[in-house]
C-alpha cells in the first residue's frame, strides 16, 4: 500500500486528530492559566462591581428622569388617586420597582396615592428610598422604592446569579441583600470587593436627607476550585460535535429566514403593484385625520407627490378654498364615525387650479389585533362621468326644444295654408262687390274706398301668410330691395290705431335718407310689429305717461332699427334668456315670439340685442347690413 493511499483512506482520521489535538491544547491551556484564574477572578470581580455600580445609578437615573415625565404629564391637573392609576407609566413603574406614588401639595399633603396604604407587599417592611419630582404649579410627585428590587431588577441576571449583592452602610450594617436574608452566609472566606455607591439617592421625600457611605459588594458565590475544571472537560470533549450541530441548526434557521425574507419582500412588492395599479384612490388616515398613506392614483388625482401629502393633518391642500368650512365639517363627521355607507360626494382641487369631482367611500381602518387605528378611503374621480351627464341631459332638452319647435312649425304652417283660402275668398269677394258696384253706377267714394282698402289689407295678409309658411318651411326669405323706414311706416299704420286705444304715444323718428337695404319686407316688417306690440304689453303694468320711440339710424356698415318704451325695463334678464324658445313673460304668450324675430333677423346677417334703456325701460334693436351681398344670399 502507497503513502498515498493510505493517506487517503485515512482521511476521515483528521477531524478525529484535529479534535484531540484541539482537547488536548485547551486542557493545556486550562493547566497553565491556572496559576493566573485567581488574579484574573479578582480583576472580573472589581470589573463586575463597578459595573454594577454603573448600572444601578444609570438605573435610579432612569427611574428619576420618568418620575419627571410623570410629573410634567400631571402638570395643571386635578390631584386624585384615579389620575394616578389611569397613567399608564405609573402602572408600569409600580410594576417595575416603585411601592408608591405618593402627591403631595406644597405643605407635603397627601393629595393622592398609588397603591393605597391598605395594599401589601413584602418589600414594605424593610428599608425603602424615596425620589421626588415637582409637579407645577405647587406639588410634588414621591416615589418609594425598595433597595432590594432595585438590586433584583436592577443587576443583570448573570450577576446575581455569580455574586452575592448587598447595599451597606458605613457602619456595616446591610441595607438590601440579594439573598433571602439580609444575613452574609457563613460559608469561610471569599473573594468579594466593595465600591462606594453616589447618585440621586434618598432616605427621606421631605428633606435632603441621604444615606451616608452607601457602598455595593459583590461576593461571589461559588470560587474557582484549584486545577482544572470538570467543565473545561465536559466543554472540550463536547465541543466539535455541539459545534457541528449548531452551524446545522444555524445553517437551516438562515434558509428559513432567508426565504422568509423573500417572500415578504414579494408580496410587498405585489401588494405595491396592485395599489398603484387601481383605478381607485387609496388613503389612509390615523383617528385624528393625519394621512398615513396614499397610492399614485389619488397623487395623481390631486397633482401632489406621497412626500407632500403623508403626514399631513387637516386641512388638506387638495380642498377647495370656498368651500373649506363645509369639507372641514364633513371630515369632522367623518372622523367621528358618521361617514355614509354608501359613500358621499364632493369636490377637490387640483395643484393646477383644477376642480375635480369624487366619489369617497370610507370604511374603519383596523390592525392585526381588531382594533380600529383610523379610517381607510377609496376615492373615485367622476368629473369626466359628471361632464357626460350633464352634456347628455343638456342634449335631452335639447332634443325636447327641437321637438316642440318641429310640432310649432308644423301647426304653423297647417295654420297658414287653412287661412290661405279664407283670404282668398275674402280677396274674392271684395273684387266681385267692387265690379257689382261699379256696373250698378254706385259712385259712393267713402264705399268704394273703404272696399279698396279692404282688398288691399287682404292681400297684405295673404302674402304675409304665404311669408310666413314659406320661412317655416324652411325656404330662404325673399331677398328684395327695399327701404326700411317705408317697411316701418307700414307696420306702425297697423298698429298706430290700438297704441291710442291703450293709451300710448308712438313717437317715430326715421333718419332720412336711409341707404335700402336687401330684406324680405314683410317679415322684416313682422318683426317690427313683435316688438312694438311686446312694448306696448309692457306699458300696460304703467299708468300713466306711456310711450314707446321707435328710431332708425345708419351705424358703419348697418342700418339699426330702436324700438324703446318706458316700462317696467328687463329686470336683469339677458336677450339669450328672452329669445329661447318657450320662454314669456306673458300668461298667455307662447314665447316662441322673439324667438322667431331672432331667427329671421340672422337669417337677414343682422342682430337682434336687448338692453336697459337710459331712464328706465327697455331698448330691443336690430341691425341689417348694407352689404350688397345679400341679393344673392
Known amino acids: 500500500m502507497t503513502v498515498r493511499a493510505f493517506l487517503t483512506r485515512s482521511l476521515w482520521l483528521a477531524p478525529l486528530a484535529l479534535s484531540l489535538v484541539f482537547v488536548a491544547g485547551v486542557l493545556a491551556w486550562v493547566r497553565a492559566n491556572g496559576i493566573e484564574e485567581q488574579e484574573l477572578q479578582r480583576q472580573t470581580l472589581i470589573s463586575d462591581a463597578l459595573s454594577t455600580e454603573v448600572q444601578l445609578r444609570s438605573r435610579i437615573d432612569e427611574e428619576l428622569q420618568q418620575l419627571r415625565l410623570i410629573a410634567t404629564g400631571l402638570a395643571g391637573r386635578t390631584p386624585s388617586t384615579a389620575v394616578l392609576e389611569a397613567h399608564p407609566e405609573v402602572n408600569a413603574g409600580l410594576r417595575r420597582l416603585w411601592l408608591s406614588v405618593t402627591w403631595l401639595d406644597s405643605r407635603n399633603r397627601v393629595l393622592a396615592e398609588v397603591p393605597g396604604r391598605s395594599s401589601a407587599n413584602r418589600y414594605e417592611d424593610g428599608l425603602s428610598l424615596h425620589l421626588t419630582a415637582p409637579v407645577a404649579p405647587d406639588g410634588v410627585l414621591v416615589v418609594r422604592y425598595a433597595p432590594a428590587l432595585l438590586l433584583k431588577h436592577g443587576v443583570p441576571w448573570w450577576l446575581a446569579r455569580k455574586y452575592d449583592l448587598q447595599l451597606v452602610d458605613s457602619a456595616d450594617q446591610v441595607i438590601a441583600s440579594s439573598t433571602e436574608s439580609p444575613l452574609r452566609a457563613a460559608q469561610g472566606p471569599r473573594p468579594s470587593y466593595r465600591v462606594a455607591l453616589t447618585g440621586p439617592l434618598r432616605a427621606s421625600p421631605l428633606a435632603e436627607a441621604t444615606l451616608a457611605d452607601a457602598a455595593l459588594e459583590l461576593t461571589l458565590r ?19 460535535p455541539a459545534i457541528a450541530v449548531a452551524s446545522w441548526l444555524l445553517r437551516r434557521q438562515m434558509r428559513r429566514v432567508q426565504r422568509a425574507e423573500i417572500a415578504g419582500r414579494t408580496e410587498a ?6 395599489e398603484d395599479s387601481a383605478l381607485v384612490g387609496l388613503r389612509a388616515r390615523d383617528l385624528d385625520g393625519r394621512l398615513l398613506y396614499v397610492n399614485r392614483t389619488l397623487c395623481d388625482m390631486v397633482g401632489l407627490s406621497a412626500e407632500q401629502l403623508v403626514g399631513l393633518l387637516p386641512p388638506m391642500p387638495y380642498w377647495p378654498p370656498d368651500t373649506l368650512d363645509e369639507v372641514a365639517e364633513r371630515n369632522r363627521r367623518v372622523l367621528a364615525g358618521d361617514a355614509p355607507r354608501d359613500g358621499y360626494e364632493s369636490r377637490w382641487l387640483h395643484s393646477s387650479g383644477r376642480l375635480l369631482d369624487v366619489m369617497v367611500y370610507e370604511s374603519p381602518l383596523v390592525d392585526a389585533g381588531g382594533r380600529q387605528i383610523g ?41 297658414a295654408h287653412e287661412l290661405n283660402q279664407p283670404l282668398t275668398a275674402i280677396a274674392s269677394y271684395n273684387a266681385g262687390i267692387s265690379n257689382s258696384l261699379a256696373k250698378l253706377g254706385v259712385q259712393d267714394e267713402l264705399v268704394l274706398g273703404a272696399l279698396q282698402r279692404l282688398g288691399q289689407q287682404a292681400e297684405h295678409a295673404g302674402r304675409i301668410v304665404a311669408r310666413i309658411r314659406e320661412f317655416l318651411t324652411r325656404r330662404e326669405p325673399r331677398h328684395e330691395r327695399c327701404d326700411l323706414n317705408d317697411v316701418v311706416t307700414a307696420a306702425l299704420d297697423l298698429l298706430r290705431r290700438d297704441c291710442q286705444r291703450r293709451g300710448i304715444a308712438l313717437d317715430v323718428v326715421l333718419a332720412p335718407g336711409t341707404p335700402a337695404v336687401q330684406a324680405d319686407a314683410v317679415l322684416i316688417e313682422q318683426v317690427v310689429i313683435n316688438l312694438v306690440r311686446n312694448a306696448a304689453d309692457a306699458l300696460q303694468a304703467r299708468e300713466s305717461a306711456r310711450q314707446i320711440t321707435v328710431a332708425s339710424r ?80
Not at 335639447?398 to 304652417?413: D, F, I, P, Y
Not at 313673460?585 to 336687448?610: F, N, P, Q, W, Y
Request: glycine fraction near 10%; include cysteine.
Open 222 to 240: 461559588e470560587p474557582l476550585p484549584d486545577g482544572v475544571r470538570p467543565l473545561a472537560w465536559v466543554l472540550a470533549a463536547g465541543f466539535l
Open 554 to 633: 345708419v351705424v358703419g356698415e348697418f342700418v339699426r332699427l330702436d324700438v324703446r318704451d318706458n316700462g317696467p325695463g328687463l329686470q336683469g334678464r339677458r336677450i339669450e334668456q328672452l329669445c329661447a324658445p318657450f320662454y314669456t313673460t306673458k300668461i298667455e304668450g307662447m314665447g316662441m315670439g322673439l324667438a322667431i324675430c331672432r331667427s329671421i333677423i340672422e337669417a337677414h346677417h343682422g342682430v337682434l340685442d336687448a338692453e336697459e334703456a337710459a331712464g328706465g325701460g327697455a331698448l330691443f334693436s336690430f341691425s341689417l347690413p348694407l352689404t350688397p351681398e345679400l341679393s344673392h344670399a
Open 375 to 415: 379610517w381607510m378611503g377609496s376615492i373615485i374621480d367622476i368629473t369626466e362621468r359628471k361632464r357626460l351627464a350633464e352634456r347628455e341631459r343638456r342634449e335631452v332638452e335639447t332634443l325636447a326644444h327641437n321637438a316642440r319647435l318641429t310640432m310649432l312649425g308644423e301647426v304653423a304652417s297647417t295654420l
Open 269 to 274: 412588492a405585489w401588494r405595491r403593484s396592485m
